[in-house]
């Protein structure tokens, strides 16, 4: 019988605290202090708890899916990022496909990246390196696209190390060296 009436005053207590318009802990902090927003964004006509991101670390590669759960529609990457030890983003490519399913590279450099330069990728064995143009920049990132065509398909399948470069706005080149390795393994996860 005690144990009853402790049990119904603690459903009790816990109504009365999340009662009202806020639950505890949830008022508006004049301090500044609030709740951080999910990192998924959900397109704006998902509703909430409808949409998905599966994350699956592969060896140098990381699979994301993200799915619209009404819709039944998945949408997956694989994604490297190179960052230096205060976590800053110096280069990062994911492999995705275009809606009619053709794979590309998104290459994505640090905001500091000449817009109009080129992201050079140096492979061992090839005499001229593979050059993208950057189609743009904000004050996050710079973005430029590699379709997968034969040289890149070839070096996936070696798992090649290229060295990434690229030139900065003060007139540094930035250099890091990447790798294929683990980028087939995690694709073939996406079926």
């Not at 609030?34 to 949409?51: F, L, T």
């Not at 994301?64 to 960052?83: A, F, P, S, Y």
């Not at 994505?108 to 920049?137: I, M, N, W």
Request: proline fraction near 7%.
């Amino acid at each position: 019988m005690l144990t009853r009436a402790i049990s119904g005053a603690a459903t009790f207590m816990a109504c009365l605290f999340l009662s009202g318009p806020h639950a505890t802990g949830q008022e508006a902090n004049p301090s500044g202090w609030r709740i951080k927003p999910s990192e998924v964004a959900a397109p704006p006509d998902v509703k909430p708890g409808g949409y998905q991101r599966i994350i699956r670390p592969f060896e140098n590669w990381t699979l994301i899916c993200d799915e619209n759960l009404e819709k039944r529609q998945r949408v997956c990457n694989v994604t490297q990022i190179i960052e230096n030890q205060a976590g800053e983003i110096a280069f990062s490519w994911s492999l995705a496909a275009t809606q009619e399913g053709n794979p590309y590279m998104i290459l994505r450099t640090a905001p500091v990246a000449r817009s109009d330069g080129l992201v050079s990728l140096a492979f061992e064995g090839r005499k001229e390196p593979v050059k993208v143009q950057l189609d743009g920049c904000n004050e996050a990132v710079c973005i430029g696209m590699l379709p997968i065509g034969p040289i890149m398909r070839e070096q996936i399948s070696r798992s090649a190390a290229p060295t990434i470069s690229y030139p900065t706005t003060d007139g540094r080149t930035i250099s890091v060296t990447a790798t294929l390795k683990g980028l087939s393994t995690a694709v073939e996860a996406i079926n």
